[in-house]
Protein backbone atom coordinates (compact mmCIF):
# COMPACT_ATOMS: atom_id res chain seq x y z
CA UNK A 1 0.00 0.00 0.00
CA UNK A 2 1.27 3.40 -1.16
CA UNK A 3 0.52 6.14 1.41
CA UNK A 4 0.57 9.67 0.59
CA UNK A 5 0.82 11.93 3.71
CA UNK A 6 0.69 16.05 4.14
CA UNK A 7 1.14 18.57 6.39
CA UNK A 8 -0.47 21.69 4.73
CA UNK A 9 0.35 25.05 4.56
CA UNK A 10 -0.68 27.96 7.12
CA UNK A 11 -2.95 30.78 6.29
CA UNK A 12 -2.70 33.65 8.49
CA UNK A 13 -0.96 37.62 9.32
CA UNK A 14 1.58 35.57 11.14
CA UNK A 15 3.64 32.20 11.80
CA UNK A 16 6.74 31.46 13.40
CA UNK A 17 8.43 27.90 13.53
CA UNK A 18 8.34 27.41 17.51
CA UNK A 19 9.23 24.06 17.01
CA UNK A 20 6.04 23.02 15.27
CA UNK A 21 6.57 19.51 13.58
CA UNK A 22 3.04 17.61 12.71
CA UNK A 23 3.90 14.77 15.18
CA UNK A 24 0.38 13.23 14.85
CA UNK A 25 0.70 12.98 10.93
CA UNK A 26 4.06 11.15 12.02
CA UNK A 27 3.37 8.78 14.29
CA UNK A 28 0.50 7.87 12.09
CA UNK A 29 3.76 7.12 9.41
CA UNK A 30 5.32 5.25 12.01
CA UNK A 31 2.08 2.71 12.61
CA UNK A 32 1.71 2.37 8.81
CA UNK A 33 5.20 1.60 8.12
CA UNK A 34 5.08 -1.05 10.33
CA UNK A 35 2.02 -2.46 9.10
CA UNK A 36 3.76 -2.50 5.48
CA UNK A 37 3.01 0.46 4.56
CA UNK A 38 5.22 2.85 1.62
CA UNK A 39 4.95 6.05 3.24
CA UNK A 40 5.63 9.70 1.27
CA UNK A 41 5.62 12.38 3.31
CA UNK A 42 4.62 16.44 1.82
CA UNK A 43 4.94 18.44 5.16
CA UNK A 44 4.58 22.01 3.18
CA UNK A 45 5.83 23.66 6.62
CA UNK A 46 9.45 22.11 6.34
CA UNK A 47 11.62 25.03 6.61
CA UNK A 48 14.74 22.79 5.14
CA UNK A 49 13.10 20.81 2.35
CA UNK A 50 15.52 20.13 -0.59
CA UNK A 51 13.07 21.69 -3.28
CA UNK A 52 12.76 24.95 -1.03
CA UNK A 53 16.88 25.48 -0.40
CA UNK A 54 17.26 24.92 -4.15
CA UNK A 55 14.73 27.72 -5.47
CA UNK A 56 15.95 29.69 -3.19
CA UNK A 57 19.45 29.05 -3.68
CA UNK A 58 20.48 28.46 -0.05
CA UNK A 59 19.20 31.74 1.19
CA UNK A 60 16.81 30.41 3.54
CA UNK A 61 14.45 32.51 6.08
CA UNK A 62 16.63 33.23 8.94
CA UNK A 63 17.09 30.38 11.96
CA UNK A 64 17.28 31.09 15.63
CA UNK A 65 20.53 29.67 17.56
CA UNK A 66 17.75 26.77 18.97
CA UNK A 67 16.67 25.90 15.70
CA UNK A 68 13.34 27.35 15.09
CA UNK A 69 12.59 30.21 12.98
CA UNK A 70 11.00 31.90 10.15
CA UNK A 71 8.79 30.15 7.59
CA UNK A 72 8.76 31.28 3.96
CA UNK A 73 5.86 32.94 2.97
CA UNK A 74 3.82 34.96 0.46
CA UNK A 75 1.61 37.18 0.42
CA UNK A 76 -2.13 36.02 -0.80
CA UNK A 77 -5.72 37.27 -1.36
CA UNK A 78 -7.56 37.95 2.32
CA UNK A 79 -10.15 36.25 3.08
CA UNK A 80 -13.51 38.47 3.02
CA UNK A 81 -13.75 38.60 6.94
CA UNK A 82 -10.40 40.29 6.96
CA UNK A 83 -10.25 42.65 4.12
CA UNK A 84 -10.82 45.81 6.50
CA UNK A 85 -7.64 44.64 8.13
CA UNK A 86 -4.59 46.51 7.42
CA UNK A 87 -1.90 43.75 7.29
CA UNK A 88 -0.78 41.18 5.05
CA UNK A 89 -2.38 37.86 4.77
CA UNK A 90 0.20 35.15 3.61
CA UNK A 91 0.93 31.87 2.64
CA UNK A 92 3.13 30.23 5.02
CA UNK A 93 5.00 27.10 4.10
CA UNK A 94 6.52 25.79 0.86
CA UNK A 95 5.82 27.81 -2.76
CA UNK A 96 2.66 26.50 -4.07
CA UNK A 97 4.71 25.76 -7.48
CA UNK A 98 6.63 23.44 -5.76
CA UNK A 99 4.02 21.66 -4.30
CA UNK A 100 2.52 21.22 -7.86
CA UNK A 101 5.79 19.92 -8.58
CA UNK A 102 6.62 17.15 -5.92
CA UNK A 103 2.85 16.12 -6.67
CA UNK A 104 3.93 15.29 -10.88
CA UNK A 105 6.61 13.85 -10.08
CA UNK A 106 4.56 11.51 -7.45
CA UNK A 107 3.00 8.02 -8.44
CA UNK A 108 -0.95 7.70 -7.66
CA UNK A 109 -1.23 6.77 -4.20
CA UNK A 110 -3.34 4.39 -3.01
CA UNK A 111 -4.75 6.84 -0.14
CA UNK A 112 -4.10 10.74 0.49
CA UNK A 113 -4.00 11.62 4.11
CA UNK A 114 -4.20 15.29 5.37
CA UNK A 115 -3.65 16.74 8.68
CA UNK A 116 -5.08 19.90 10.39
CA UNK A 117 -3.78 22.25 12.81
CA UNK A 118 -5.43 25.39 14.64
CA UNK A 119 -9.08 25.66 13.68
CA UNK A 120 -8.50 28.99 12.17
CA UNK A 121 -5.87 27.11 9.42
CA UNK A 122 -8.57 25.78 7.36
CA UNK A 123 -8.21 27.74 4.01
CA UNK A 124 -4.21 26.40 3.67
CA UNK A 125 -5.96 22.91 4.28
CA UNK A 126 -8.48 23.23 1.88
CA UNK A 127 -5.78 24.88 -0.98
CA UNK A 128 -3.92 21.48 -0.36
CA UNK A 129 -6.93 19.49 -0.39
CA UNK A 130 -7.82 20.98 -3.60
CA UNK A 131 -4.77 20.41 -5.52
CA UNK A 132 -4.05 17.08 -4.37
CA UNK A 133 -7.79 16.33 -5.67
CA UNK A 134 -7.10 17.81 -8.89
CA UNK A 135 -3.67 15.57 -9.25
CA UNK A 136 -5.39 12.29 -8.12
CA UNK A 137 -8.89 12.35 -8.22
CA UNK A 138 -9.52 9.16 -7.90
CA UNK A 139 -7.46 8.35 -4.90
CA UNK A 140 -9.78 9.12 -1.65
CA UNK A 141 -8.42 11.87 0.94
CA UNK A 142 -8.57 11.26 4.42
CA UNK A 143 -8.64 14.65 6.29
CA UNK A 144 -7.72 14.07 10.03
CA UNK A 145 -5.78 16.76 12.87
CA UNK A 146 -6.85 19.11 15.16
CA UNK A 147 -9.19 21.24 12.89
CA UNK A 148 -10.99 17.84 11.60
CA UNK A 149 -11.96 16.85 15.42
CA UNK A 150 -12.91 20.30 16.50
CA UNK A 151 -14.83 21.42 13.14
CA UNK A 152 -15.90 17.73 12.27
CA UNK A 153 -19.36 19.11 10.41
CA UNK A 154 -17.74 21.88 9.01
CA UNK A 155 -14.79 19.94 7.96
CA UNK A 156 -17.16 17.42 6.16
CA UNK A 157 -19.25 20.02 4.55
CA UNK A 158 -16.54 22.55 3.25
CA UNK A 159 -12.91 20.32 3.25
CA UNK A 160 -13.29 18.33 -0.41
CA UNK A 161 -12.09 15.38 1.51
CA UNK A 162 -13.52 12.16 0.82
CA UNK A 163 -13.41 11.00 4.78
CA UNK A 164 -13.22 13.64 7.75
CA UNK A 165 -11.88 11.54 10.92
CA UNK A 166 -12.58 13.23 13.67
CA UNK A 167 -11.26 9.93 16.12
CA UNK A 168 -8.54 9.18 18.85
CA UNK A 169 -8.37 5.70 17.84
CA UNK A 170 -5.13 4.47 15.37
CA UNK A 171 -7.00 1.29 15.30
CA UNK A 172 -10.12 3.03 13.96
CA UNK A 173 -8.11 5.03 11.64
CA UNK A 174 -6.51 1.85 9.61
CA UNK A 175 -9.60 0.13 9.40
CA UNK A 176 -10.52 3.31 7.28
CA UNK A 177 -7.43 2.96 5.33
CA UNK A 178 -8.10 -0.61 4.20
CA UNK A 179 -11.54 -0.53 3.84
CA UNK A 180 -10.83 2.48 1.13
CA UNK A 181 -8.20 0.79 -0.58
CA UNK A 182 -9.70 -2.51 0.01
CA UNK A 183 -6.02 -3.79 1.14
CA UNK A 184 -5.05 -5.25 3.99
CA UNK A 185 -2.75 -3.81 6.46
CA UNK A 186 -0.37 -6.27 8.71
CA UNK A 187 -1.49 -5.25 12.24
CA UNK A 188 -0.37 -7.60 13.64
CA UNK A 189 2.88 -6.11 15.36
CA UNK A 190 0.36 -2.79 16.57
CA UNK A 191 -0.51 -2.72 19.75
CA UNK A 192 -2.26 0.81 21.02
CA UNK A 193 -0.10 0.57 24.19
CA UNK A 194 3.37 0.63 22.81
CA UNK A 195 4.99 3.69 22.36
CA UNK A 196 5.68 4.19 18.34
CA UNK A 197 8.53 6.89 18.03
CA UNK A 198 7.28 9.60 15.16
CA UNK A 199 8.39 8.65 11.95
CA UNK A 200 11.01 11.83 11.90
CA UNK A 201 13.26 9.55 9.30
CA UNK A 202 11.16 11.12 6.11
CA UNK A 203 12.88 14.65 6.98
CA UNK A 204 16.27 14.67 5.11
CA UNK A 205 16.86 17.51 7.29
CA UNK A 206 16.50 18.05 11.25
CA UNK A 207 17.43 21.14 13.69
CA UNK A 208 15.37 20.06 16.36
CA UNK A 209 12.60 17.18 17.39
CA UNK A 210 9.26 17.97 18.53
CA UNK A 211 8.69 15.59 21.71
CA UNK A 212 5.13 15.14 23.19
CA UNK A 213 5.80 12.12 25.82
CA UNK A 214 1.98 11.90 27.38
CA UNK A 215 -1.58 12.02 25.86
CA UNK A 216 -4.17 14.51 26.69
CA UNK A 217 -4.15 16.54 29.75
CA UNK A 218 -5.75 16.36 33.62
CA UNK A 219 -6.42 19.75 33.58
CA UNK A 220 -10.11 21.37 31.59
CA UNK A 221 -9.09 24.41 31.23
CA UNK A 222 -11.78 27.19 30.12
CA UNK A 223 -9.74 28.37 27.26
CA UNK A 224 -8.01 25.60 25.95
CA UNK A 225 -9.46 22.41 23.43
CA UNK A 226 -7.51 19.59 24.01
CA UNK A 227 -9.48 17.93 26.72
CA UNK A 228 -12.14 17.95 24.04
CA UNK A 229 -10.54 15.82 21.50
CA UNK A 230 -11.17 12.78 23.73
CA UNK A 231 -7.80 11.62 24.38
CA UNK A 232 -7.43 9.95 28.08
CA UNK A 233 -4.22 11.30 29.92
CA UNK A 234 -1.31 8.79 29.89
CA UNK A 235 2.44 9.08 29.87
CA UNK A 236 4.94 7.34 27.83
CA UNK A 237 7.39 4.87 29.32
CA UNK A 238 10.81 6.93 30.33
CA UNK A 239 12.51 4.55 28.73
CA UNK A 240 11.62 4.75 25.26
CA UNK A 241 11.70 8.94 25.44
CA UNK A 242 15.35 8.60 26.40
CA UNK A 243 15.65 6.34 23.45
CA UNK A 244 14.53 8.33 21.22
CA UNK A 245 15.65 12.07 22.25
CA UNK A 246 19.28 9.84 22.24
CA UNK A 247 18.69 8.14 18.98
CA UNK A 248 18.72 11.82 17.14
CA UNK A 249 21.27 13.28 19.35
CA UNK A 250 23.34 10.68 17.95
CA UNK A 251 22.76 11.56 14.66
CA UNK A 252 23.57 15.49 15.58
CA UNK A 253 20.18 16.81 16.45
CA UNK A 254 20.75 19.23 19.67
CA UNK A 255 17.26 20.80 20.14
CA UNK A 256 14.41 19.46 20.87
CA UNK A 257 11.24 20.33 22.50
CA UNK A 258 8.37 19.21 24.59
CA UNK A 259 5.18 19.98 23.75
CA UNK A 260 3.27 17.88 26.49
CA UNK A 261 0.27 20.17 27.58
CA UNK A 262 1.53 18.69 31.16
CA UNK A 263 5.17 17.93 31.10
CA UNK A 264 5.62 18.61 35.17
CA UNK A 265 2.22 16.48 36.05
CA UNK A 266 3.26 13.38 38.48
CA UNK A 267 7.00 14.36 38.01
CA UNK A 268 8.38 11.76 40.32
CA UNK A 269 7.68 9.13 37.97
CA UNK A 270 8.14 11.03 34.44
CA UNK A 271 9.55 13.99 34.02
CA UNK A 272 12.27 13.90 37.13
CA UNK A 273 13.40 10.36 35.69
CA UNK A 274 13.34 11.79 31.77
CA UNK A 275 15.63 14.15 33.27
CA UNK A 276 17.85 12.28 35.23
CA UNK A 277 18.49 10.32 32.46
CA UNK A 278 19.80 12.94 30.12
CA UNK A 279 22.09 13.77 32.56
CA UNK A 280 23.11 10.37 33.43
CA UNK A 281 23.56 9.64 29.85
CA UNK A 282 25.76 12.89 29.53
CA UNK A 283 23.96 13.93 26.16
CA UNK A 284 24.55 17.83 25.24
CA UNK A 285 21.52 19.08 24.37
CA UNK A 286 19.44 22.12 24.95
CA UNK A 287 15.55 21.19 25.40
CA UNK A 288 12.10 23.42 25.14
CA UNK A 289 9.20 23.87 26.43
CA UNK A 290 7.02 26.54 24.10
CA UNK A 291 3.44 25.09 25.71
CA UNK A 292 4.15 26.60 28.82
CA UNK A 293 5.07 24.47 32.22
CA UNK A 294 2.87 23.94 35.01
CA UNK A 295 4.08 26.78 37.72
CA UNK A 296 1.89 24.74 40.76
CA UNK A 297 4.19 20.96 39.67
CA UNK A 298 7.84 22.84 40.09
CA UNK A 299 10.24 22.03 42.78
CA UNK A 300 13.54 22.66 43.97
CA UNK A 301 14.46 19.70 42.41
CA UNK A 302 13.06 19.75 39.39
CA UNK A 303 14.49 23.16 38.64
CA UNK A 304 17.76 21.53 39.44
CA UNK A 305 17.44 19.16 37.27
CA UNK A 306 15.97 21.22 34.41
CA UNK A 307 19.14 23.44 34.49
CA UNK A 308 21.18 20.75 34.70
CA UNK A 309 19.72 18.59 32.04
CA UNK A 310 20.07 21.38 29.33
CA UNK A 311 16.74 23.62 29.56
CA UNK A 312 16.91 26.72 27.72
CA UNK A 313 14.63 29.75 28.80
CA UNK A 314 12.08 27.42 30.54
CA UNK A 315 8.38 29.10 30.21
CA UNK A 316 6.12 28.72 32.26
CA UNK A 317 1.80 29.01 32.16
CA UNK A 318 0.98 31.96 34.05
CA UNK A 319 -1.66 33.12 31.40
CA UNK A 320 -2.92 36.07 33.92
CA UNK A 321 -2.57 37.17 37.28
CA UNK A 322 -6.07 37.68 37.90
CA UNK A 323 -7.28 35.59 41.15
CA UNK A 324 -10.59 35.70 39.66
CA UNK A 325 -9.81 34.46 36.22
CA UNK A 326 -7.56 31.84 37.34
CA UNK A 327 -10.37 30.84 39.11
CA UNK A 328 -12.80 30.79 36.12
CA UNK A 329 -10.33 29.28 33.74
CA UNK A 330 -8.00 26.68 35.53
CA UNK A 331 -7.01 25.20 38.90
CA UNK A 332 -3.38 24.71 37.39
CA UNK A 333 -1.52 27.76 38.69
CA UNK A 334 -1.66 30.95 40.94
CA UNK A 335 0.61 34.27 41.60
CA UNK A 336 2.07 32.68 44.39
CA UNK A 337 3.00 29.10 42.54
CA UNK A 338 4.39 31.12 40.02
CA UNK A 339 6.50 33.19 42.08
CA UNK A 340 7.72 29.90 44.02
CA UNK A 341 8.66 28.49 40.64
CA UNK A 342 10.59 31.72 39.58
CA UNK A 343 12.33 31.13 43.48
CA UNK A 344 13.12 27.95 42.64
CA UNK A 345 14.64 28.53 39.33
CA UNK A 346 16.44 31.10 40.19
CA UNK A 347 18.26 29.25 42.87
CA UNK A 348 18.99 26.88 40.41
CA UNK A 349 21.02 29.40 38.47
CA UNK A 350 18.83 30.79 35.83
CA UNK A 351 18.83 34.55 35.53
CA UNK A 352 14.76 36.46 35.42
CA UNK A 353 15.82 37.33 31.60
CA UNK A 354 16.10 33.40 31.08
CA UNK A 355 13.13 32.38 32.42
CA UNK A 356 9.92 33.21 29.95
CA UNK A 357 6.16 33.40 30.79
CA UNK A 358 3.07 33.27 28.76
CA UNK A 359 0.56 35.44 29.04
CA UNK A 360 -2.73 35.45 27.35
CA UNK A 361 -4.84 38.16 25.68
CA UNK A 362 -8.09 39.02 24.21
CA UNK A 363 -9.82 36.47 26.66
CA UNK A 364 -13.23 37.19 26.84
CA UNK A 365 -14.34 40.24 28.97
CA UNK A 366 -10.63 41.03 29.61
CA UNK A 367 -9.59 44.48 29.40
CA UNK A 368 -6.69 46.55 28.96
CA UNK A 369 -6.01 46.95 32.91
CA UNK A 370 -5.88 43.30 33.72
CA UNK A 371 -3.24 42.49 30.92
CA UNK A 372 -0.94 45.68 31.95
CA UNK A 373 -1.51 44.10 35.77
CA UNK A 374 -0.49 40.73 34.69
CA UNK A 375 2.40 42.34 32.69
CA UNK A 376 3.18 45.12 36.07
CA UNK A 377 3.53 42.06 38.51
CA UNK A 378 5.87 39.99 36.19
CA UNK A 379 8.40 42.69 35.40
CA UNK A 380 8.91 42.66 39.32
CA UNK A 381 10.58 39.25 38.75
CA UNK A 382 12.82 39.92 35.95
CA UNK A 383 11.00 37.16 33.60
CA UNK A 384 10.75 37.82 30.14
CA UNK A 385 7.07 38.12 29.00
CA UNK A 386 5.42 36.57 26.24
CA UNK A 387 2.26 37.57 24.77
CA UNK A 388 -0.27 34.76 23.37
CA UNK A 389 -3.24 36.09 21.49
CA UNK A 390 -6.36 34.30 22.55
CA UNK A 391 -8.20 32.37 19.54
CA UNK A 392 -11.67 31.14 20.41
CA UNK A 393 -11.29 27.23 20.49
CA UNK A 394 -14.49 25.61 19.23
CA UNK A 395 -16.43 23.79 22.14
CA UNK A 396 -14.70 25.02 24.83
CA UNK A 397 -16.30 27.84 27.39
CA UNK A 398 -14.77 30.50 27.04
CA UNK A 399 -15.62 30.12 22.65
CA UNK A 400 -18.99 30.16 24.06
CA UNK A 401 -19.19 33.10 26.56
CA UNK A 402 -17.43 34.50 23.68
CA UNK A 403 -20.29 34.08 21.95
CA UNK A 404 -19.47 32.17 18.91
CA UNK A 405 -21.28 28.99 19.83
Known amino acids: ?63 TQYGSGQYFAAEITKPDIFKNIPRKYKRYGLPVEIFETILRDETKPDVIMVTSGMTYWYPGVFEAIELLKKKFPETPVVLGGIYARLCYDHALKHSGADQVYNGADMQGLLQIIEKLTAQKLDTSKLDKNNFIAPA ?7 TYITLRTSTGCPFKCSYCGWYLLGEDFRQEPVAMVLEEIERYWQRGVKNFAFYDDALLYQAEEHAQKLFEGVIKKKMRVFFHTPNGLH ?33 ETSPKTNNQDFLQAVKYLKNAGYQGKEIAVNILIGLPGQDIAEIAASVDFIRTTGCRIFLEEYSPVPGTKDYKQSGLG
Not at 7 to 12: F, G, K, S
Not at 37 to 45: R, Y
Not at 296 to 323: D, H, N
Open 1 to 63: MKVLLVNPWIHDFAAFDLWSKPLGLLTIAAWLQRAGAEITLIDCLDRFHSALVKYLKGKLPKS
Open 295 to 327: TRFMTKEIARLMREAGFVQPRLALETTSAERQN
Open 200 to 206: YELYDTL
